[in-house]
């Protein structure tokens, strides 16, 4: 592809963003809706579920099912398409699905602008990667720079965003061990980076009539200097106003993994590599330099690893224990409900990280002191069957297992009043989250 001399490039009328549903993704398929209405958004999903939340979420856009191992599908989404975002799941196969990409770009013949999004070491040597790493060959520090020299050979017209930073809402991982007190986690030092700020970055890139973003390599990160465990455990004290002692140690971080692992939520392997990943992060945090790129490029300073904290402060408190206990003993003092049975269809939202959650629900109570029912996810239409149910007074208490997007076991406790609840569900390791609702309709 030859650059224009004058450096302008034409502004997209077409996007094709992959991730539409994730913390990137999302973000700038919201900033493009609302800052370029004219531009048609064409909304990637690998699943069924997630392209129905897309098209209530976005009801104007395409929505396409694709996945980078189904080079037809593929092809079909990029048809007509003149720009794009690029973002591959974890352990990628990234020589196929570049390979996939570059293919379909080039029968399509339109991409004007490609955004791919990366996180490694900026131009690390591939000796520095240590040798088990490398024989794993799944992690980014591998299939990362294998994306790169794909796409480089092919003259495709791309920018790359380079997050040389821990995303922040990789803390929310953690949100059940700084509920319990305590922070276990290496102690390597990192800049951080609000993923939802590199989508927006994503979107102004594509906006820009700059044509000398093309064929860049941008590292991101907030601009502060790298933080280390201690430090974010440091932070998070001065946030909660509460004690937060830091485990570095490997016994520690291993332990916390032990339960996601034997339930099926993680692969064996996954607690292992990610250890080993940031003994390898550790290995070369001199190239962690804050820069101002995202600043630049947003027009404004973006988000502080402490604002962040105080935007989701909640989701690491610990009173949202007592929404949703491990074991709630029957209280036959409670009052009853103030218009009978919980029994219906009640609509609830399930406070995340990712916003609200909505959820239907519908419920039996029985005279042995057992319920019953199943609860929707009206995003992504999976259903949960509740399980261990009970009820005494106005609380409902039961467990449910939940399959997308990940897969744990939930502990559910609310509290019925007339025709509102409220209460929380605990997920095991990753904490609890709060519930608020209100009856749809009772059953007879």
Not at 346 to 371: C, N, R, S, Y
Request: aromatic share 8%.
């Amino acid at each position: 592809m030859k650059l224009d001399p004058k450096h302008i490039k034409p502004i997209p009328k077409s996007v094709l963003i992959f991730g539409a549903s994730g913390h990137i993704g999302r973000p700038m398929a919201e900033f493009l809706r609302f800052h370029a209405p004219e531009m048609r958004l064409r909304l990637a999903s690998s699943r069924p579920e997630g392209m129905a939340a897309l098209q209530s979420a976005f009801p104007d856009a395409e929505i396409v099912q694709v996945s980078y191992s189904d080079p037809a599908r593929m092809t079909a989404a990029f048809s007509g398409i003149e720009a794009a975002l690029v973002v591959t799941p974890p352990e990628c196969d990234e020589l196929s699905a570049m390979t996939n990409v570059v293919n379909a770009v080039r029968k399509a013949g339109t991409l004007q602008h490609l955004i791919r999004v990366v996180g490694l070491q900026p131009d690390m040597n591939h000796a520095r990667v240590p040798e088990k790493m490398r024989s794993f060959g799944k992690g980014i520090e591998v299939q990362h720079p294998i994306a790169r020299q794909v796409l480089d050979d092919a003259d495709l017209p791309v920018t790359y965003l380079n997050s040389g930073a821990s995303f922040m809402d990789n803390l929310l991982r953690l949100a059940g061990q700084v509920q319990a007190g305590y922070l276990a986690w290496p102690n390597r030092p990192v800049t951080y980076i609000d993923p939802r700020e590199i989508g927006e970055v994503a979107a102004r890139l594509l906006l820009s009539e700059d044509a000398r973003h093309i064929f860049q390599f941008y590292t991101m990160n907030n601009g502060e200097e790298p933080r280390s465990a201690s430090d974010v455990a440091a932070l998070m004290e001065d946030v909660l106003l509460r004690k937060i002692p830091h485990n570095p140690s490997k016994e520690g971080f291993l332990a916390y993994f032990q339960p996601l692992v034997d339930g099926g939520a993680m692969p064996a392997h996954f607690p292992d590599y990610l250890w080993d990943f940031f003994e390898y992060e550790a290995a070369n945090a001199t190239v962690w330099v804050p820069n101002q790129f995202m600043e630049r490029t947003l027009g404004r300073k973006p988000n502080t690893l402490r604002a962040w904290l105080m935007e989701h402060r909640a989701m690491f408190q610990p009173d949202a224990d007592d929404a949703a206990p491990d074991v709630i003993m029957p209280n036959t003092s409670l009052p009853t409900y103030s218009d009978g049975k919980p029994d219906g269809v009640w609509d609830f939202a399930v406070a995340t990280p990712m916003g609200q959650e909505p959820h239907e629900m519908t419920i039996k109570t029985h005279a042995d002191g057992t319920l019953t029912g199943e609860v929707r996810h009206l995003k992504n239409g999976t259903v949960m069957q509740i399980e261990e149910g009970r009820h005494s007074g106005n609380t409902l208490t039961w467990k449910m297992r939940m399959e997308k997007p990940i897969k744990v076991k939930l502990s559910v406790a609310i509290q019925v009043d007339g025709n509102t609840l409220s209460g929380g569900a605990k997920a095991g390791l990753f904490g609890k989250a709060k519930i608020s609702g209100q009856r749809i309709t009772e059953l007879v």
